[in-house]
């Protein structure tokens, strides 16, 4: 990556931790555990299937079953 992607990505993390963290409740906050089990979770539930559908994406059903003909 550029230096400005990299700065660019850093942008994006850190706009998306401040999401995640105002939308975590305070008593998740209280210790690093907490938190990390916290973050794992908006790691598998949201960011991780964001993340497939741009590395993977879905293929068109309709040339999928032309192939498999």
């Known amino acids: 990556m550029t230096p400005h992607e990299i700065q660019q990505a850093k942008?994006?993390?850190?706009?998306?931790?401040?999401?995640l963290k105002a939308n975590t409740a305070e008593a998740d906050l209280e210790c690093?555990?907490?938190?990390?089990?916290i973050m794992r979770?908006?790691?598998?539930?949201?960011v991780?299937?964001?993340?497939?559908?741009i590395f993977f994406p879905r293929q068109n059903p309709k040339l999928t079953e032309k192939n498999e003909k």
């Open 32 to 37: 690093f555990e907490s938190i990390e089990l």
């Open 48 to 53: 991780g299937p964001t993340m497939g559908e």
């Open 11 to 19: 942008d994006y993390f850190q706009a998306g931790a401040k999401l």
């Open 41 to 46: 979770k908006y790691m598998l539930e949201l």
